[in-house]
């Protein structure tokens, strides 16, 4: 993981068993905040012989989930939206970054990208998690 603002609840967070039959490891986490990535297998492609939409979504919401529960206590999503924008291409690996961009009370807006070893966006997501007081 990258240095930054290490929070309780990485640790939780890093070992989502989702997340890890999906092959995504967490780089980042830290407050509003998270980033992973994903080295791409066979698994991850669908029937065309390109990588799956879902294992696209499910990057970014694995990650979603790590920069809404970085604060210790639970979130859960309650609206996630994702924008295709291209396919992967020849990529090894996709990263994800999430942010935390806005709060109304007890929910906040997180924004959601995906990126191939290039750097070119491959979808963007914008999220909307409830945070309660429950520790993680």
């Known amino acids: 993981m990258e240095e930054g603002k290490i929070v309780r609840s990485a640790a939780i967070i890093?070992?989502?068993?989702?997340?890890?039959h999906l092959g995504i490891e967490f780089t980042l986490i830290e407050e509003g905040h998270a980033k992973s990535r994903m080295e791409l297998k066979p698994e991850h492609k669908n029937f065309m012989g390109m990588i799956h939409g879902g294992a696209i979504f499910s990057l970014a919401?694995?990650?979603?989930?790590?920069?809404?529960?970085s604060y210790g206590k639970r979130a859960m999503a309650i609206h996630v939206s994702i924008d295709y924008l291209q396919a992967p291409g020849?990529?090894?690996?996709?990263?994800?970054?999430?942010?935390?961009?806005?709060?109304?009370?007890?929910?906040?807006?997180?924004?959601?990208?995906?990126?191939?070893i290039l750097g070119e966006a491959v979808a963007v997501c914008h999220g909307w998690a409830y945070h309660t007081d429950r520790d993680v």
């Open 14 to 20: 890093e070992n989502d068993p989702y997340a890890k």
């Open 61 to 69: 919401d694995a990650t979603f989930g790590a920069a809404a529960n």
């Open 90 to 116: 020849d990529t090894p690996y996709l990263e994800a970054d999430v942010r935390e961009t806005a709060r109304a009370g007890r929910v906040r807006h997180y924004f959601m990208e995906v990126r191939n």
